[in-house]
Every structure is written in C-alpha cells, then in structure tokens.
C-alpha cells in the first residue's frame, strides 16, 4: 500500500515539464563523473577527478597488501582491490615500514624510526628528478632478490571510506591530485618544508594528511580514503582495527622471475616521465618493473567495466563535485578540468561542503544508484551516435529514419508536441522512486534532455546532411562519452591499452587500441604523461 500511496504522489511528476528542473553546472560532465565512478576505464580516461563520494566496502571483503614483512600491518598502509597490483610492492628491500597513523595514543608512534622514513621513500615518486636512478642496478638486483609478502586481509566490519574520484593515486602533473593535493589538503603538501625526501608531495604525506582529516575534522567518521591508479586502492588509517588478517604468502623470489616485464629492450625507451623513472622501476610494466608487472596491467583491465562483486557501494545521492560549483575549473580554456585557478575562498567552500557531506551523511543510508540510470542512457544512445556521425548515413532521409526509430515511442503520433515528446524522452528511464531533486538527478535529467532535445532537432527541423551530422557531432562532443573509446574486438591474448600513469602514450588516449598483452605498452609514440610532470 505504501509503496502505491508513494506513486501516486509522484504522478504529479509526469505532468511536469523537465524544463523545470535547474540543470546543474557541466551536467555532462557530472554524467560522466557518475558513469565513470568505480570504473578503471572511465577514470582513466577522464582522470581528473572532481568529484568526492561516500562509499562502503562490506565486511568481509578480501583485499591484498604487499610488503617485505612477514607479520601483520598495523598503522596506515595503502589496499588493493587485486592480488597482482599489491604483489609489485611485496619483495622491497628495508626494514618494515609503518606510516604511524595520526595522533592516536592506540598506536605505536614511531614516528622517527627509519622504518617510518623507509615507507615515505618507498611511495615517494619525486626523488629521481634529476632523471637518474639513485642506486645502482647492481644494488637494485640484490636488493631485490629478497622475496617479499602477499598479505590477505579481509575487511573486520563494513569500511566507510571517502572516494576520491578518477585517477586520484596517479603522481602526475596533469591535474589528477588536484582534488587532493590543491582542494582536500589546501595546498599544505607543497610549502611543507620539512617533508622527508628532496621531492615535495610524497604518498606518505598524503596517507597522514587524509588519515588526520579522517580523524579530526571528521571525527572519526571515515577509515581511510578510496582512490585508483592502476588498479583501484585503499589508504587505509588503522589496519590491525578494520581488518583481519587471513593469510601471509611469501611470493616467488625476484631472481627466479623470468624476464617478464624487466628486460624487454622495447620496453627500456618506454614512455614515462622521465622524472618518475625511479617510480617506474618501482612499478613496472617496463623500466626493469618488478615481476609480474605485466600480470599487474593484465589483472587491472579485468576492472574495466567495474571493481565488482559488490566490494563498493557510493551514495549518489549526496555526494560532491567542483563541477556544480560556479567556478572557472578550465582556465585558459584548458581541456582538463583543474583546481588550480581557484581562489582560497572557493576552495574553502567546497571543502566545507566535503566535510559537511561526511558529518551528515552515510555511505550506507538509503539512496537510488544513479549509475545504473546513467548506463541505460549511455547504451542506449551511445552506438546510435556514434553510427549516425561515422559517415556512413549517405542520405538524410536514411539519418532521419534512423533517429525517428530511436524517437518513436515518445511521440503520439495522432496527437503531435514536440515540446511534450521531449520530456517523455526525457523522463523514460528516470526511476520515479528516486529522489529527482539531487545532483545527481538534475545532471542525468540535464543530460538525457539536451540529448533528446537535440535528436529531436536534427529530426524534426535539420533538411541538410552535412548540418544534420555537424549537429550531432556536437552532440557527441558535449557527451564526450568514453565508451566511444572502447576497443572492439580485442583478442584473448590481447587488452585495450588507455594510458594508465605513468604508461601510455598520447595515440593510446586518443585512440585506445587492442594490444598484445604480455606487451601492452610499447613505448612507441609521445609519452602521455611525459614533460608534465613537476
Ligand atoms: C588554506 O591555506 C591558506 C593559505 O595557506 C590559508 O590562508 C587558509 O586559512 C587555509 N584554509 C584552511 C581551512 O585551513
Ligand atoms: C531530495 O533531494 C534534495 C536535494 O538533495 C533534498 O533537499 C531533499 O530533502 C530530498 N528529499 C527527500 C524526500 O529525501
Ligand atoms: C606477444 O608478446 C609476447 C612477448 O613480447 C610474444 O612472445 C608473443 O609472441 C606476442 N604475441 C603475439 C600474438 O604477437
């Protein structure tokens, strides 16, 4: 009964026009933001993440940890969701290594000790940049002959994380840790003087920071921070309180590893900036990365599509974005989206509103999961689109024919309104139970309108095919869609190849092609992420 006392109510919807509705702030790219969201296709390609989500992982949920230790973490340490990307880190040379965990009288605080130091350099990538290797192959072959460890933990309840969305935990100067660096931790990563190591930003600064906002100005109410690079990961604050350890494997020793990944020449000019060569070596495929590097790439392409198995679940429906904000996040008419040319008040205010969404909300409180609306839309539109601007539509009346099968379920065609049709189109896949005031709900609305509105135009009024296909172009270009990336076809033995930092070159992100995939990046063509880097 209630849930039909509920629907009538909401009949009132279906006499609204969706022109009511205020479109937010590059609803496009709030769109795809929300397709992308979880995704290591989507993210990498638009990997300057804007956006900040609340998510939770279930108890139980199994993850992986590489080290040199034996012995179960405790502190703060970085997650990954597949084996292969933890198993590069595993086999390092050092003592342990323990980032301590903020102000915390539970932990041990060591926070001086070598070991906590040994960490900083481990995910430290900036201390090549004189472009030159720090040790000495010789050293790094003996180094690492020492076999590390696989540790399996499994989540101790359910996780409240913050995401931090698109290619978050990518080290590159092209804008993917603007959102944290510049936005989150307001810029204290960059003038902190006494940071350890001669590069200013290190992964372990960024680990204490997030885990010091979790605990102080959030109270206590996140336990770490979700973000991908290759593969997605977790900085997880306090690993002997959230998880429980299920096994600790020793993995197979560097000096018995094959040539997988470390000798292949066409590797040695690969792409990469140069100054992250040491953090190339650090993590391969190429430059002498680690065994199973390749396994590494292979593994995380499994992720495409989604990290899967219901491991995360974001709220949608109260989440934050720069996007929505009235502030100039491409200056200079920049094609990626940037938080440097914000002022300190605009970022004040957005972080205030990262802080009030954690205070306020949960991961886990009732919300509707827009991206499963958003895929609809995307599948439904995206191969029709991308057919009708192919060039292979020869006359109008075949493009015409085409877009109207696409359009006919919306149009009474003994009673014709444009005006009423595009709002059906609008609407059709809206779920009516969901809250449609959201963010999240006027984007997708925004979207799906100005699509339909559009098809409608090059339909209805559009009598040139070179204007009609110009139109639609647009279109496209205002999507901006990535599963018109996508590779097609690829073989068993082969995986799409989209720049993934440090790998890729720009022809990969422009045309993301079917690769061997015991050799998926090549190193031929310009690097993608080469020059940029600080
Ligand atoms: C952020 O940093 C700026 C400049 O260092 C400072 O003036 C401002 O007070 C900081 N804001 C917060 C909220 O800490
Ligand atoms: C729907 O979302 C809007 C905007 O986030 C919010 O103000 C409102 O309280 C929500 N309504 C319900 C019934 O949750
Ligand atoms: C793929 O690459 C591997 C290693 O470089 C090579 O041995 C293999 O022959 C290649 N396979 C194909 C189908 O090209």
Redesign the pocket.
């Known amino acids: 009964m209630r849930s039909l006392l509920q629907l009538s109510g909401l009949l009132g919807i279906l006499t609204f026009t969706t022109a009511e509705y205020s479109a937010p702030r590059n609803a496009n790219h709030i769109f795809n933001a929300i397709h992308a969201s979880m995704r290591q296709w989507g993210s990498s390609l638009h990997h300057n993440g804007m956006s900040f989500f609340l998510a939770s992982v279930p108890e139980g949920t199994q993850f992986f940890h590489g080290t040199s230790e034996s012995t179960p973490i405790i502190g703060t340490e970085w997650l990954a969701f597949e084996p292969e990307h933890a198993m590069v880190f595993a086999g390092r040379r050092g003592p342990p290594h323990r980032v301590p965990p903020p102000k915390n009288d539970d932990y041990d605080d060591d926070n001086d000790s070598p070991s906590h130091h040994e960490e900083l350099r481990r995910r430290e990538p900036h201390h090549a940049e004189s472009g030159e290797r720090c040790i000495s192959p010789e050293v790094e072959d003996a180094a690492e002959e020492d076999a590390g460890y696989l540790h399996t933990y499994a989540a101790a309840k359910d996780l409240r994380l913050l995401y931090i969305d698109g290619m978050s935990a990518g080290k590159t100067a092209k804008g993917t840790l603007d959102s944290q660096d510049v936005l989150l931790f307001?810029?204290?990563l960059e003038?902190a003087p006494t940071k350890p190591g001669p590069g200013s930003g290190s992964e372990g600064e960024r680990a204490r920071l997030a885990c010091e906002l979790a605990q102080d100005a959030w109270e206590g109410r996140i336990d770490g921070v979700l973000r991908m690079e290759a593969g997605f990961e977790i900085i997880l604050c306090a690993f002997e309180r959230d998880l429980i350890p299920v096994r600790i494997t020793q993995v197979k020793s560097r000096s018995g590893e094959g040539d997988e990944g470390r000798h292949n020449p066409k590797h040695d000019d690969h792409s990469g900036p140069r100054a992250d060569d040491d953090d190339k070596k650090r993590k391969g495929p190429g430059h002498g990365g680690p065994p199973g590097s390749v396994n590494w790439m292979r593994a995380i392409t499994h992720r495409y599509q989604g990290i899967g198995g219901s491991r995360v679940s974001l709220n949608y429906d109260n989440f934050v974005t720069a996007f929505a904000y009235d502030v100039d996040l491409f200056p200079s008419k920049s094609t990626l989206p940037r938080l440097t040319g914000l002022s300190?008040s605009e970022?004040?205010s957005i972080?205030?509103d990262v802080t009030g969404l954690v205070m306020s909300h949960e991961a886990t409180e009732p919300s509707w999961n827009w991206q499963t609306t958003v895929d609809m839309l995307v599948t439904r539109y995206s191969n029709e689109l991308s057919y009708y601007v192919s060039g292979k539509i020869t006359s109008l009346e075949d493009l015409h024919a085409e877009i109207e099968r696409l359009l006919a379920p919306f149009i009474d065609y003994g009673d014709r309104n444009t005006e009423l049709e595009v709002d059906r189109c609008t609407m059709h896949s809206m779920p009516l139970r969901a809250n449609l005031s959201t963010l999240a709900a006027r984007a997708v609305l925004s979207v799906a309108r100005t699509t339909c509105g559009a098809l409608f135009g090059v339909w209805e009024e559009t009598q040139d095919l070179k204007v009609a296909v110009e139109k639609t172009q647009a279109l496209v270009d205002y999507l901006a869609w990535t599963t018109w990336k996508e590779c097609r076809g690829c073989a068993d033995n082969e995986i799409c190849v989209v720049p993934i930092w440090p790998l890729g070159s720009v022809e990969d992100y422009k045309h993301p092609q079917c690769k061997n995939a015991s050799n998926p990046y090549d190193g031929e063509g310009e690097s993608y992420w080469r020059g940029l880097h600080r």
Request: cysteine-free; aromatic content about 0%; glycine content about 12%.
């Open positions: 307001n810029g204290s003038d300190q970022l004040d972080r205030q």
